[in-house]
């Protein structure tokens, strides 16, 4: 079972990042990693095995002034082996775009056979890379949110997804069949699959139905 995690804000980012994976190893997990949008820069870090929340958490900064988007994921092997290329999160040819994933995305293969044919070149061995390749695909004719809205539209299964993207300070994300649960205080908005990993920041929370996405920004 996998583990979500999100916020766009400002603030003691690492803290919230830490705490937050660390509610969720109830749920088990064999890697993790997280995605930080930042200065038109997107920044990508992963750790394999268990116990390595804290050592992930370190090459966050400590705190933040500035607005930034980050999102982070407890990954569970489904589809494919325990290593770095396939946990999350997982990233688009362009390196732009990072996508965490809870759940199964069943038409994967023929998407991502459609994908190939297009010439998008895959890295890892799981279901969920094929949703940032679907969004770089998307981005050919639609802005960003409608991109994102139409592969979300394109994929079949029970999902969480979370999307970043480099330069952006926007989180989008849906759910069908997995929580996913958003807070939020002075500071900015939390994201999660489970009220544990976000309740010490506010009780400010919206529980979100299947088929429903959000987006959340400045």
């Not at 991109?147 to 952006?168: D, P, T, Y």
Request: with cysteine; glycine share 10%; net charge neutral.
């Amino acid at each position: 079972m996998c583990g979500i995690l999100g916020f766009t804000g400002k603030g003691k980012v690492r803290e919230i990042v830490r705490e937050g994976l660390k509610a969720l190893e109830y749920r088990g997990y064999d890697s993790c990693g997280y995605a930080l949008s930042k200065s038109n820069e997107l920044t990508i870090k992963k750790r394999v095995g268990k116990g390595k929340i804290d050592e992930l958490a370190d090459d966050l900064p400590e705190c933040l002034v500035e607005k930034i988007s980050v999102i982070a994921h407890t990954r569970w092997a489904t589809h494919g082996k325990v290593d770095l290329t396939n946990a999350h999160p997982h990233t688009d040819c362009t390196q732009k775009i990072a996508v965490v994933h809870n759940g199964i995305i069943s038409n994967y293969i023929s998407l991502k056979r459609q994908l190939e044919n297009k010439g998008h070149r895959f890295v890892s061995e799981t279901d969920t890379e094929v949703v940032a390749h679907l969004i770089e695909e998307n981005i050919k004719e639609f802005p960003f949110e409608k991109a994102v809205m139409k592969s979300f539209q394109q994929i079949e299964g029970s999902f969480a997804l979370l999307v970043i993207r480099k330069g952006g300070d926007e989180i989008i994300g849906a759910r069908n069949g997995s929580p996913l649960i958003i807070g939020a205080n002075k500071t900015g908005f939390f994201i999660s699959s489970d009220i544990n990993s976000i309740a010490r920041y506010t009780d400010n929370i919206m529980f979100l139905d299947d088929g429903e996405m959000f987006i959340l920004n400045k």
